[in-house]
C-alpha cells in the first residue's frame, strides 16, 4: 500500500529526504529514504485500523513529532497491484 507525500526538500543526512503526509490532525513531517518515494507516494503498512474515511497506517520512519502511526483519509492511499 502507498500513501500519497509532498515532498519538502533534502534531509540532514544525504540519504534522507523530508516529506510531508496528509493526517487526520493536520500534515506530519518526517525523514524518509529518497529510494522509497516513488510517483509522490511512500510505501506504508497495510492499515492496522479503521474509523469511517480514515484508516491507521504505519510509516516506515517516526514523523517530526515521534509518532509512526496516523490515521489518514482513504482518498490518500493507492492499492498497489500484485505481481504475482
Same mark, same amino acid.
Given at each position: 500500500? #502507498?500513501?500519497?507525500?509532498?515532498?519538502?526538500?533534502? =534531509?540532514? $543526512?544525504? %540519504?534522507?529526504?523530508?516529506?510531508? *503526509?496528509?493526517?487526520?490532525?493536520?500534515?506530519?513531517?518526517?525523514? *524518509?529514504?529518497? %529510494?522509497?518515494? $516513488?510517483?509522490?507516494?511512500?510505501?506504508? =503498512?497495510?492499515? *492496522?485500523?479503521?474509523?469511517?474515511?480514515?484508516?491507521? *497506517?504505519?510509516?516506515? #520512519?517516526?514523523?517530526?513529532?515521534?509518532?509512526? #502511526?496516523?490515521?489518514?483519509?482513504? %482518498?490518500?492511499?493507492?492499492?498497489?497491484? %500484485?505481481?504475482?
Amino acid at each position: 500500500m #502507498r500513501l500519497k507525500i509532498r515532498e519538502l526538500g533534502e =534531509g540532514l $543526512h544525504p %540519504s534522507e529526504m523530508f516529506v510531508s *503526509v496528509q493526517t487526520k490532525d493536520g500534515p506530519q513531517d518526517l525523514a *524518509v529514504d529518497p %529510494s522509497s518515494i $516513488h510517483g509522490s507516494t511512500l510505501s506504508v =503498512g497495510w492499515p *492496522v485500523g479503521r474509523k469511517g474515511r480514515y484508516m491507521l *497506517v504505519e510509516l516506515p #520512519r517516526p514523523t517530526s513529532v515521534g509518532t509512526r #502511526r496516523v490515521w489518514v483519509s482513504k %482518498s490518500e492511499l493507492i492499492t498497489e497491484k %500484485s505481481t504475482r
